[in-house]
DNA sequence: GCGCAAAATTATGTCGACAAACAAAATGCA
DNA sequence: TGCATTTTGTTTGTCGACATAATTTTGCGC
């Protein structure tokens, strides 16, 4: 079952509790494990992590602020809803920073990110051939991220780190649904944005980056669209 | 004096306690009432405000995750510094989002949207009238807050906000240096650009709002270049 | 007087507990 | 029986206190 992930944890140094706490249910969250719209229950978790419930309160605000969660004042927090009636704005967000992180990575890229990028699209590739789904959701989104640091704008990195992540929820939703024949075409399109990366050949990134985002797009759109379920925000 | 707002604060309601703590250390963080690098006391700050620690915690909590301060484990929490080094990725977003939220905001603006924008540009040219450069930071801010609103995008309106943020931290440090010539231009480009945004008139709004843009960066770099001491991230 | 080690001090991270606020169940009245 | 009100229960927001890590001060030997 895929339960929330069920650590019981001991042995924790001082001053990582809030991290700690933080990691889990962020993953928990990505994963959909927690489901949208769950509530969370602090002495719940207190009790399950077992520590107190000051740090799980200072990992939710952290993750409120980044949007994954929603704090009711004096009410329940829950899990934040992902928004399919204006996905349309996460699409465009996405999109521009595809392109503006790829074009700053072919224009400050090092030879370390060059390599660092590399083992990532092995990763991600190594997914495909294993039609290991909820791997290439977690590898692809470690590429881009890379490219983004490769491209040292941190307010870039900011926003597409957490665009990155709402996708991570949305395909997770519809990872049933893969077939073999978009991803491998994926890894090819990673193939070219990394070798136009590598040539420092800034507008090839940006067009190759405009057309993957494109793509990605396309897909999610059309796997929506071909969910018999009405998903309406709750 | 411009000490940190010495706000005695009884009468608070439960729940607002956070908010509350969050308010006043933001605004003295962007008027450099507490300037970068400095310390933060969470002891002190309880005495002041008279509350507790836990409060005041979690407002540092969400302060960290907006990157306006810096908390070092186990060691005292700082105010963020500016990094003078890297402003050109400061610049480049901040070019961006102006033109993307502008041009959204021609896109999907409603009545109301322009109503509030106009009410914020009225606000931003009396204190032009007045000299006022500390209000000439805040009014602009709102109005372009207030266009990205328009815009509907909440990616874009959440990093605009964090960089408008920054740039009031930046704007203050020279505000002395501020003739008049200047803000009156500003004013007009205002105009033009909510004229274009009433027009929806999409790649009008894009051009004037990549010009605007180039202006503040143009009278940044200026200021900067003008300052005789030599910043260094401290 | 200088350098290093140990103790004291300060500040952070965490804890358990209390009180206000909200939600739900139970009671009273028409 | 239906509705309003009170009572009960649960959960959040805040508090004061303790323990641990880091920093400063003190003390000792050279």
Same mark, same amino acid.
């Given at each position: 079952?895929?339960?929330?992930?069920?650590?019981?944890?001991?042995?924790?140094?001082?001053?990582?509790?809030?991290?700690?706490?933080?990691?889990?249910?962020?993953?928990?969250?990505?994963?959909?494990?927690?489901?949208?719209?769950?509530?969370?229950?602090?002495?719940?978790?207190?009790?399950?992590?077992?520590?107190?419930?000051?740090?799980?309160?200072?990992?939710?605000?952290?993750?409120?602020?980044?949007?994954?969660?929603?704090?009711?004042?004096?009410?329940?927090?829950?899990?934040?809803?992902?928004?399919?009636?204006?996905?349309?704005?996460?699409?465009?967000?996405?999109?521009?920073?595809?392109?503006?992180?790829?074009?700053?990575?072919?224009?400050?890229?090092?030879?370390?990110?060059?390599?660092?990028?590399?083992?990532?699209?092995?990763?991600?590739?190594?997914?495909?051939?294993?039609?290991?789904?909820?791997?290439?959701?977690?590898?692809?989104?470690?590429?881009?991220?890379?490219?983004?640091?490769?491209?040292?704008?941190?307010?870039?990195?900011?926003?597409?780190?957490?665009?990155?992540?709402?996708?991570?929820?949305?395909?997770?939703?519809?990872?049933?649904?893969?077939?073999?024949?978009?991803?491998? $075409?994926?890894?090819?399109? /990673?193939? *070219?944005? +990394?070798? #136009?990366?590598?040539? @420092?050949? %800034? &507008?090839?990134?940006? $067009?190759?980056?405009?057309? /993957?985002? *494109?793509? +990605?797009? #396309?897909?999610?759109? @059309?796997? %929506? &669209?071909?969910?018999? $379920?009405?998903?309406?925000?709750?």
């Amino acid at each position: 079952m895929t339960k929330t992930s069920d650590t019981a944890a001991p042995e924790r140094k001082r001053g990582e509790g809030v991290r700690f706490v933080y990691e889990i249910l962020r993953d928990d969250i990505l994963n959909l494990a927690l489901p949208p719209g769950s509530p969370v229950d602090e002495i719940q978790l207190a009790e399950r992590l077992s520590m107190s419930r000051t740090p799980i309160r200072e990992a939710l605000v952290r993750l409120a602020g980044e949007g994954l969660v929603t704090t009711l004042p004096n009410r329940s927090t829950v899990v934040a809803n992902i928004d399919f009636l204006n996905l349309h704005h996460f699409f465009d967000a996405m999109t521009l920073m595809y392109r503006v992180t790829t074009r700053l990575a072919a224009e400050y890229r090092t030879d370390g990110d060059l390599a660092v990028i590399r083992n990532h699209q092995a990763a991600f590739a190594r997914a495909v051939e294993a039609q290991d789904a909820l791997a290439m959701i977690a590898t692809n989104r470690d590429l881009h991220a890379a490219i983004a640091e490769a491209g040292r704008n941190p307010y870039y990195v900011s926003l597409f780190g957490r665009l990155l992540d709402e996708g991570r929820r949305l395909l997770r939703i519809y990872y049933l649904s893969f077939d073999d024949r978009l991803p491998r $075409r994926y890894v090819d399109e /990673h193939e *070219d944005i +990394i070798a #136009a990366i590598e040539a @420092r050949d %800034i &507008a090839a990134a940006d $067009r190759l980056a405009s057309q /993957h985002a *494109d793509q +990605i797009v #396309a897909q999610l759109q @059309r796997l %929506i &669209a071909e969910d018999r $379920r009405r998903p309406v925000t709750l």
